[in-house]
């Protein structure tokens, strides 16, 4: 039976503001492994958290690292300097605090309160400012036109309502302003050969859970029986349905999850292949899309 839209939003809410993405050995705990082999657990909230979850985030997306920092080369830092920039899902805060660090006037937003609580606990450890707020990305109480720059970073293939949270994204995006996103990539190893094919079809999963559940069984928070929702997209719903409106769109998929996942089916099997090897299948079955458009002027 097909949930209420409304329950399944409490439900996405609440589950993520008890699994929030700490980045840790376990999602949603603070327990690390350190580059020496220690192990180390921290309070949620402590700057020292937030120094272990950045460390994490930051090397699995060490390849988009940039001359201005952490994915600096996605993020043009300098071009938005003291302009108005708007995240969608700022999660534990570590993408806006880079942004404010570099001068943008950061708006940042997400559903669940234990990000927004996060987020500007991080603003005060690290003596930031920016506007931290509890809110729906399907309905953003920002007027027409507000921003230069909006993101969002693996966050609305979480909501039912992605079309409604692009096209508001687009409402309060000023004329030629810029948009990046990055959406779960369906055309991707991990979800046709992972989630598809070894958990739906060998496992025998669809026997009992239909596409949405079984990305969702199976995407964030699997060892954890998974969350309320995932629905990874592809190229072409992303230029034919979700982003129509926008104007020089670039779809590039980013694959830093490849090897990893290669050496699930045999031990080491990343070891034994070349960069440009592993290169090519993340580049064309990454489980990533970054997205980039403008809104006419």
Not at 41 to 69: H, M, Q
Not at 102 to 110: C, K
Request: aromatic share 12%; glycine share 10%.
């Amino acid at each position: 039976m097909k949930k209420d839209v409304t329950q399944l939003k409490s439900e996405i809410r609440d589950w993520w503001a008890s699994a929030p993405m700490t980045y840790a050995e376990d999602h949603g705990t603070t327990l690390y492994h350190l580059p020496d082999g220690a192990v180390e657990r921290v309070e949620i909230g402590s700057r020292r958290f937030f120094e272990l979850a950045d460390r994490t985030f930051y090397r699995w997306n060490e390849p988009l690292r940039g001359e201005e920092g952490p994915f600096g080369r996605i993020f043009d830092y300098r071009r938005y300097s003291g302009m108005p920039v708007l995240e969608i899902g700022c999660g534990m805060g570590c993408m806006a605090m880079n942004w404010a660090q570099r001068g943008a006037r950061v708006t940042a937003v997400d559903l669940n309160p234990v990000a927004v609580a996060q987020t500007r606990r991080r603003f005060e450890l690290f003596g930031l400012t920016g506007d931290v707020r509890e809110v729906d990305g399907e309905t953003l109480p920002f007027d027409d036109a507000s921003f230069q720059f909006a993101y969002s970073w693996g966050v609305l293939h979480h909501t039912p309502g992605i079309a409604k949270a692009i096209a508001e994204l687009f409402r309060v995006l000023a004329p030629g302003g810029e948009i990046g996103l990055m959406l779960y990539n369906r055309n991707s190893v991990l979800y046709r050969y992972s989630i598809a094919f070894q958990e739906g079809a060998v496992n025998g999963e669809r026997l009992f859970l239909d596409e949405l559940e079984l990305a969702s069984r199976y995407g964030d928070g699997a060892r954890e029986e998974g969350n309320p929702h995932t629905w990874p997209v592809t190229e072409r719903e992303v230029r034919r349905d979700l982003m129509p409106m926008f104007n020089d769109l670039n779809i590039q998929v980013f694959g830093t999850d490849v090897p990893d996942l290669l050496n699930t089916w045999f031990p080491r099997l990343s070891s034994y292949m070349t960069s440009g090897m592993i290169k090519a299948v993340a580049r064309r079955w990454g489980w990533s899309l970054w997205i980039t458009g403008r809104k006419p002027a």
